[in-house]
């Protein structure tokens, strides 16, 4: 596992840091590879540096290491806990900087400043079926991408022709181009990230493709992307003629009841008959819900 510490301070040189260190080495003691030393104070190399999958090494059998690495994420100001920002407020302490994870088709780096589902297996099953739904040789947008898992998968699960992944959050954008740095030329020349809200001037996003994939934190679409959807048939809009079906991946069922809602208003769209859920939190009834809709 990654291990990933917030601590309230400007740079690595603050005083504080000395505590936050100790931490992470009392951590790596516990868990971490003795084949990988620990860093101190960010110096230092952190290993071999994987540009790619690991395939094994090593001469003989050894004890798993329970933690791949810890990073810090340093908050100048102290009440403020986001996590989205500069490549500077991210430090690695210990450990490897990638860790690579095969996501249904495509190998991909799972980066602390990104997001990633914590159930494995349920996560298998959501990327087998949202590929299900889209047509092969499709032009693809994803919004809310993250580091592109999902347009990665996309993309050669149902070989799409293009895939345009838009994600606000540039701490995710080295981990897309180390897993684009792993496919072929000619497949790589097929997806690109932006790094963009998906609200700010939404059709440009559109524009173009055929299937929409949207993957929105709880608060669920917003609502420039929303009006853009559901305006998709004004006469001003040829540019998104092409589109004809939005995969919804939910995981806040009030946002989605909205967003469905002014979906179905607009007279744009219908619900396939149909959804699936999954469920990621086991013992809770927090559901993730794939949704279809289409041009009506």
Not at 7 to 26: E, F, I, V
Not at 254 to 280: M, N
Request: glycine fraction near 10%.
């Amino acid at each position: 596992m990654q291990v990933v510490l917030v601590w309230a301070a400007a740079a690595l040189d603050d005083p504080s840091l000395q505590l936050c260190q100790r931490l992470a080495q009392a951590l790596w003691s516990q868990g971490g590879s003795a084949a990988t030393p620990l860093l101190v104070g960010g110096r230092g190399r952190a290993g071999p540096q994987g540009r790619g999958p690991a395939s094994g090494s090593g001469s003989g059998p050894a004890a798993p290491a329970r933690v791949h690495s810890i990073h810090v994420h340093l908050q100048a100001d102290a009440s403020d806990n986001a996590i989205i920002s500069g490549a500077g407020a991210w430090q690695l302490l210990a450990g490897d900087a990638d860790a690579w994870q095969r996501f249904g088709a495509a190998s991909t780096v799972v980066a602390p400043g990104g997001f990633v589902q914590s159930n494995y297996g349920a996560m298998q099953r959501c990327l087998q079926h949202v590929a299900g739904l889209v047509p092969a040789g499709s032009r693809i947008a994803e919004l809310f991408a993250g580091s592109g898992t999902i347009g990665l998968h996309l993309l050669q699960a149902c070989a799409a022709a293009s895939v345009r992944c838009v994600e606000l959050n540039p701490a995710c954008r080295p981990a897309f181009l180390q897993a684009l740095e792993q496919l072929p030329a000619e497949q790589a020349s097929r997806i690109q990230l932006h790094t963009a809200s998906a609200g700010e001037q939404p059709r440009q996003w559109l524009a173009g493709v055929e299937v929409v994939v949207v993957d929105p934190p709880r608060k669920g679409l917003g609502s420039a992307l929303l009006d853009a959807l559901c305006g998709i048939t004004a006469a001003d809009h040829a540019d998104c003629a092409p589109l004809r079906q939005l995969v919804y991946i939910s995981c806040g069922w009030q946002a989605f009841q909205g967003d469905c809602d002014a979906l179905l208003a607009s007279g744009a769209w219908e619900l396939a008959p149909q959804a699936t859920a999954f469920l990621f939190f086991p013992g809770t009834d927090a559901l993730e819900t794939v949704a279809v809709f289409r041009r009506i």
